[in-house]
Nanobody, 124 residues
């Protein structure tokens, strides 16, 4: 189990960029696959991206592929989400979580240890 704290959200204009961070506590962070989800008002929580425990292998939701990049620094116990070419429909609360299910899972039920989230608002 890890404790996760997201940061880096804010207000940005359409076409702009933000980088979210997710800081993890615990010595075993580097052994976990990690992911990002988001929840827009009135919507279900939606998978965004995931990264292998050692980094370098990733998968993305089609809606963000080519615009968002997930990465991690295991020395800093942190996973990142670089968001470029932001659109108003990217506005949501973004959460990081640990993948406890099968690699490649996109369901929130396959993830655990959710952070409190960080809000991203993209203005048009």
């Amino acid at each position: 189990q890890v404790q996760l704290v997201e940061s880096g959200g804010g207000l940005v204009q359409a076409g702009g960029s933000l980088r979210l961070s997710c800081a993890a506590s615990g010595r075993t962070f580097s052994s976990y696959h990690m992911g990002w989800f988001r929840r827009a008002p009135g919507a279900e929580r939606e998978f965004v991206a995931a990264i292998y425990f050692s980094g370098g292998i990733t998968y993305y939701a089609d809606s963000v592929k080519g615009r968002f990049t997930i990465s991690r620094d295991n020395a800093k116990n942190t996973v990142y989400l670089q968001m470029d070419s932001l659109k108003p429909e990217d506005s949501a609360v973004y959460y990081c979580a640990r993948l406890r299910g099968i690699w490649g899972s996109r369901s929130s039920s396959a993830f655990d240890d959710w952070g409190q989230g960080t809000r991203v608002t993209v203005s048009s």
